[in-house]
């Protein structure tokens, strides 16, 4: 769609599974299985989304899916269904991997920033090979030391390659214009450095709100994930950035929803939900 004088593009590297209730976190299967059916084992199908922003002058892409180095069991245990992959995605568009000009990682766990990099003949290699990956410094120091808890989430061949190749760039603001028009803002909560895109032209808005909020079932604010290390974080940022967008009329994005792409919102009973959908 357009969106002033930016055009934005819904793209996907497929789906995949997570425990339902792992991703509602505190609130009961007989609430949230009314927004997710899960299946059998009791997981929910999630979009792999990425959002394609087109300056004109520049190819930026949000985020980069799974990828294709995890092995058959790691498909097997989490639904991994790569149709479309990103890269059949993007041809769509009339784009390759080599017309990406920037990669913004919402942060850098490995269905976010799986598709960072590739596996040819044993050798790991940046996917956007003309592109420069923006990445919060904080997340970076924090992915690359990861702990007990969240070591399985951080997979190292996913993002080191950008350094060794000289394709990386740390930011550290916590709210930075990149682009005239592109901002990220780092909310915090989903891991302390996570952070949004904000794109607006010509008195429109639109925001991609990453694992902020995954889904417009997670719109009601109580409705966080159990994989959120700060969800009280989440929670303010969850308050303040979808209050923002109800009173100026923003378009949010959800990145995991595999029904909903956008949308905007208002409020019934004190409660934001979806008004309406809307198909980039």
């Not at 498909?75 to 991994?80: D, K, T, W």
């Not at 992959?85 to 490995?110: K, M, R």
């Not at 190292?156 to 394709?167: A, I, K, S, T």
């Amino acid at each position: 769609m357009k969106l002033g004088r930016f055009s934005l593009h819904y793209c996907t590297d497929g789906l995949f599974h997570l425990d339902g209730g792992a991703m509602f976190g505190v609130v009961p299967r007989v609430l949230w299985e009314k927004l997710c059916p899960p299946d059998e084992k009791n997981r929910i199908a999630m979009a792999l989304g990425c959002l394609l922003i087109q300056t004109g002058e520049r190819n930026i892409l949000v985020d980069t899916g799974i990828g294709n180095k995890r092995d058959e069991k790691f498909h097997r245990i989490y639904g991994v269904k790569r149709i479309p992959p990103l890269e059949n995605s993007l041809a769509q568009h009339g784009l390759t991997f080599h017309d990406i000009d920037i990669v913004i990682n919402t942060h850098l766990h490995l269905d976010h920033a799986g598709g960072n990099t590739f596996s040819w003949e044993g050798c790991v290699m940046p996917c956007f090979s003309k592109a420069k990956y923006i990445i919060q410094k904080g997340e970076w120091e924090f992915a690359t030391n990861p702990n007990e808890r969240t070591r399985a989430s951080y997979i190292g061949e996913n993002f080191l390659p950008l350094e060794e190749g000289g394709q990386l760039e740390l930011v550290e603001d916590k709210e930075l214009e990149i682009e005239k028009g592109i901002t990220l803002l780092r909310t915090g909560g989903h891991t302390p450095f996570h952070q949004c895109v904000k794109v607006e032209s010509n008195g429109q808005v639109a925001l991609f709100l990453a694992d902020l909020v995954p889904m417009a079932g997670h719109l009601h604010l109580p409705y966080i994930q159990s994989y959120d290390l700060y969800p009280l974080e989440t929670l303010e940022a969850k308050r303040r950035l979808l209050g923002q967008a109800l009173e100026e009329k923003w378009l949010v994005i959800f990145q995991h929803d595999p029904g909903v792409e956008a949308g905007y919102i208002m409020k019934i009973d004190d409660k934001f939900t979806l008004k309406e959908g809307v198909k980039l």
